[in-house]
């Protein structure tokens, strides 16, 4: 095994940490390592951005990135979209009212994209500026269409998470294995 | 009508038993949200990559860099030594441990899970590594050195079919793996009275599903009682998968399909069987659980499942006053290296040939060739999307030719609503219809006669606007016969096509139904078999439990494809739920001492009509059905479960000439698209100016799921339209494997698109629906060409093939300004 590296992230408000090859991608390392399956990898070239996940509350291809360049920051996946225990998340209740969703492959990407747009525009914007918005991230069944719905329904008197600010007190920890 | 005569006798009962009558529908028909959503939406969808077993280890493979060569030598060595490395595997060891794949295409076309002797093309598995991770995995596979002697490739259909070409499948001594004419009608007499046609030169290209969750599955092999298990995201487990027993060389009885919902399919998955076998068989090998998923450049390059790549010569008779009478299609298809899936996407074709036309002849011309390209399969349409571009551009063309306008040419030529059940040449049957009906509401809700004079006026100021109206049927609801009546001596001559559903009210009073196929990859079996319960027990169908059954537990099954889901499954459901309903009756019926015809199912409960207190809630049926069984009835048993199996209402076998085909693909939608567009003859940018589409898909289940069915196969559809390929070199070799260079449509490309329903039961499915999967795409590639041709007009465009890129729209503008 190659040099192992420490990493420690708040991931949805919960410090996580694990020791990790440097190569080791960012979705892998959610996926494998922290157990967080939500993060979907479609085309591991970072063109589809269905991996997208949000890393200081932006957008970022997770295939794209190593795990150890996230260390000592803060994620959030679509796990922490969800409200209370059971219920859905106001996003994610207005694309389930709005067939913003079929297969539910692309549905995590979308919904942390549409989050990050919709702090920008809590009014929702136009239409043009929500399609520009998901433009990169692909969706191969809806069309797009009832995904645009579901966001301008969801802007205004939203109660979904705000994504987490970088906690100052995580700090980066080499180790040698 | 003798199709009649023909129906299936359960069918039939439960078609008269569910039509639209007395009673208004309480959920049926309702935008009820999706029962699915919520594990997706939370991002707990279990997707094949999600799942893990214990100790379970995962492969990579080996892709052949050529099109075409022969494998001289394999050195493992290096990939053996590095650790975490389980096991290589290459075609040495599928040879002595596993038989090829089932095939149901002609010849001795032999397919293995490995390559064995030689590559037929570019991206083809040539070994695989078993490691104790994928990183692991792929590291050793850059270890493997494979000697290759290249061969001639050959990846032209045209040329691949001449003397001395060279041959993808020796044993079978020539690239044409079928060649079939069917002729149904008198086409040469029609064509030498009509008093016209029109002929073209039309491509249609090579593109794929691609769904954003590829093919993958874990096989599981238990040593101890010899079964192997395999957790797959291919359909159709039940109706074909078992014949990879064979090819894993072990009895069906010992193989165990676990089904997992796919993200995505579009008919890549659609009976995938090389992926399944591979991971059982991978497996099998070690004796641990093994995952293997494609990899996005192994789904585009070696994936099985193409769409059609077809070259067509077309010519439709008509006469003077835009009537129709003859269609004549030859086409050279070419299917790559494999023919495994057979030439069902003609079959398919053949099922609705004159579209929505009182055309009576038809010739149809098929050969089927091979070449050094990744194999086709299935994509949305199967092949009828196809034929629909090729008759709506002769339409197209012969509007143009005889200077009528293309709405009013079809019109003219719509079979009538009142010729139903109406036969067509190739024998197949359309159940019903109002093709007059749709086109009028398309016309009034697209408001098509303002389009036309803005585009008009647009014209007139120099913008080049431009109209598309095409129509399109929708068969659904396959029959096994097209897959065999292509052969004058088939081997094997199924005529089965079942869906299985059960459905059990609990001890406690709640419903859980058990499906038998694999059903979940976008579309919403669980939200329409939830309202079929609904609507037969009037219950929250948000309450209802729906689960899958594994391949040794599962009914007969078919699977989803071909649109066929909704409308069998319905059917299986409106069975079971008829049967429990009478046991439910008559324990009520016993238990309030009042007469089972005057019972009804009302808000969870069984019920005396017109009186609200005198009832038992399904939960006090329930318990005592399970628990009490003195207070039954002497002849009942306990329990309250019943399993239905539901086939195919109306099919018919072929005559021995093949002159008639069948009853093979009879509930048919029908639907209308109406795209206005505005090109940019600078950059051969196309945006939209208004989409509309009305589908009549017979009864709907559920408008917004059915409109979401319709806008993405609309949007697909435009990829083919506008810009998907798979582009292969001069070698042979793929030149755009990733989504850097095979676009697929965005949020910018697609359209906001306006849906209109316009519902004419089927007569002969369960509450009259009509499948709908498919039929955006059915459409949008060649409302695209008419449209883009319409707007070009001073330009005397004509599109006659697939994509239209940019680049092409700017070349054909600069070639007529002479540029």
């Known amino acids: 095994m190659s040099e192992s590296f420490r990493v420690e992230v708040e991931v949805n408000g919960t410090r996580r940490e694990a020791t990790v090859e440097p190569r080791l991608t960012l979705a892998d390392f959610l996926r494998d390592e922290l157990a967080l399956k939500g993060t979907h990898v479609a085309c591991e070239h970072g063109f589809c951005g269905n991996c997208n996940v949000l890393l200081d509350g932006e957008t970022v291809r997770s295939c794209l990135m190593f795990a150890v360049q996230a260390d000592g920051r803060s994620l959030t996946t679509v796990e922490g979209l969800a409200g209370d225990v059971g219920a859905l998340g106001q996003l994610q209740q207005a694309f389930h009212e709005n067939g913003g969703l079929q297969c539910g492959f692309c549905t995590p990407a979308m919904l942390l994209t549409a989050h990050e747009y919709l702090e920008a525009h809590p009014d929702g914007g136009t239409d043009e500026e929500i399609r520009e918005a998901i433009n990169g991230v692909l969706c191969r069944c809806t069309g797009y269409q009832h995904i645009v719905d579901s966001i301008r329904s969801a802007a205004g008197g939203r109660d979904g998470v705000t994504a987490q600010a970088p906690t100052p007190e995580l700090v980066r920890q080499e180790s040698q294995a | ?819």
């Open chain 2, 1 to 819: 009508m003798s199709g009649i005569a023909e129906q299936d006798p359960n069918a039939a009962k439960i078609a008269r038993e569910t039509a639209a009558g007395s009673t208004p529908r309480r959920w049926l028909g309702k935008s009820v949200n999706r029962v699915e959503d919520p594990r997706f939406l939370r991002g707990q969808g279990r997707y094949l990559d999600d799942l893990e077993l214990p100790g379970m280890l995962h492969a990579a493979v080996v892709r052949s860099p050529h099109a075409h060569a022969r494998i001289v030598s394999i050195d493992t060595s290096k990939a053996e030594a590095l650790a975490g490395v389980v096991r290589v595997v290459t075609g040495k060891d599928v040879a002595e441990h596993a038989a090829p794949l089932p095939s149901f295409g002609a010849g001795p076309i032999v397919q293995d899970m490995i390559a064995i002797e030689k590559v037929r093309h570019y991206g083809e598995t040539v070994a695989a590594v078993i490691a104790d991770s994928r990183y692991v995995a792929e590291d050793a596979c850059d270890l493997i050195e494979v000697s290759y002697e290249p061969l001639p490739v050959v990846l032209d259909p045209v040329a691949a079919r001449e003397e001395g070409a060279p041959l993808v499948h020796e044993a079978l001594e020539t690239n044409t793996a079928y060649e079939r004419t069917f002729s149904f009608g008198q086409v040469d007499k029609a064509f030498a009275e009509a008093d016209r046609s029109v002929s073209a030169e039309l491509y249609w290209p090579r593109s794929t599903g691609m769904p954003m969750d590829t093919n993958g599955a874990i096989g599981d092999y238990d040593p101890g009682t010899g079964v192997i298990t395999i957790h797959a995201n291919s359909m159709n487990f039940t109706y074909f998968l078992w014949l990879i027993a064979a090819s894993l060389k072990v009895p069906a009885s010992k193989l165990r399909i676990v089904p997992v919902v796919a993200g995505g399919s579009f008919g890549s998955k659609f009976f995938m069987h090389k992926v399944p076998a591979f991971a059982g068989f991978l497996s099998k090998l070690v004796g641990r659980p093994v995952k293997y998923v494609e990899d996005r450049i192994t789904h585009i390059t070696a994936n099985d499942h193409c769409g059609s790549d077809r070259r067509y010569e077309a010519s439709l008779a008509f006469d003077d006053d835009g009537t129709f009478h003859a269609l004549r299609i030859s086409c050279v298809d070419d299917y790559g290296a494999y023919l495994q899936f057979g030439t069902g996407t003609h079959g398919n074709a053949l099922s609705q040939i004159v579209g929505p036309y009182r055309i009576q002849h038809v010739e149809y011309s098929l050969a089927a060739v091979l070449t050094n390209k990744n194999q086709q399969g299935a994509y949305r349409g199967f092949g009828a999307e196809v034929s629909n571009w090729v008759l709506e551009r002769l339409v197209d063309m012969a509007a143009r030719e005889l200077e009528l306008d293309r709405v009013e040419i079809r019109r003219r030529n719509l079979i009538p609503a009142d010729s139903f059940p109406y036969r067509t040449p190739t024998g197949n049957i359309y159940d019903s219809g109002n093709y007059q009906g749709v086109l009028a509401q398309i016309l009034e809700e697209s408001e098509y006669e303002h389009w036309v004079a803005y585009r008009d006026e647009a014209r007139a100021e120099g913008r080049h606007v431009g109209i598309g109206v095409v129509a399109s049927q929708e068969r659904s609801v396959f029959s096994s016969t097209e897959f065999w009546f292509w052969f004058d001596d088939p081997q094997f001559t199924p005529t089965s096509s079942p869906e299985s559903a059960t459905v059990r009210i609990d001890p406690t009073g709640e419903i859980v139904v058990t499906l038998h196929s694999q059903s979940m990859w976008g579309n919403s079996p669980e939200t329409v078999v939830s309202q079929v319960v609904a609507e037969e027990f009037d219950v929250d169908p948000a309450s209802i439990v729906v689960n899958y059954a594994d391949s040794q537990n599962a009914l007969p099954g078919t699977g989803p494809g071909g649109s066929r889901y909704t409308v069998m499954v319905s059917g299986a459901v409106a069975g079971a739920s008829a049967e429990l309903k009478d046991k439910i009756r008559r324990i009520a019926s016993d238990k309030l001492e009042v007469a089972e015809a005057d019972l009804e199912f009302r808000g969870g409960a069984v019920g005396v009509v017109g009186v609200p207190d005198r009832q038992l809630t399904l939960a006090e049926v329930a318990l005592t059905a399970y628990m009490f069984r003195l207070d039954l009835p002497a002849d009942m048993t306990s329990g309250l479960a019943a399993a239905s199996v539901y086939d195919h209402p109306l099919t018919t076998l072929p005559n021995d000439d093949r002159s008639d085909l069948g009853i093979f693909y009879p509930f048919v939608g029908h639907a209308w698209h109406i795209a206005v567009v505005e090109v940019d003859v600078e950059t051969g940018a196309v945006s939209f100016l208004r989409y509309a589409a009305v589908h009549d898909a017979g009864t709907v289940v559920n408008p917004r799921t059915l409109d979401g069915q319709v806008i993405g196969g609309t949007v697909q559809g435009l990829g083919t339209a506008l810009f998907e390929e798979i582009l292969y070199d001069d070698a042979g070799r793929v030149l755009n494997e990733t989504f850097e260079h095979y676009h697929l449509p965005t949020a910018l490309d697609a359209p906001t698109m306006t849906v209109g329903h316009h519902e004419t039961p089927s007569p002969y499915t369960a509450y009259g629906i009509k499948g709908a999967g498919e039929g955006g795409r059915m459409l949008t590639p060649a409302i695209m060409s008419a449209a883009i041709e319409d707007a070009l007009s001073p330009y005397g465009v004509t599109v006659t093939s697939l994509p239209i890129r940019a680049e092409q729209i700017v070349e054909w503008v600069a070639a007529a300004k002479g540029e």
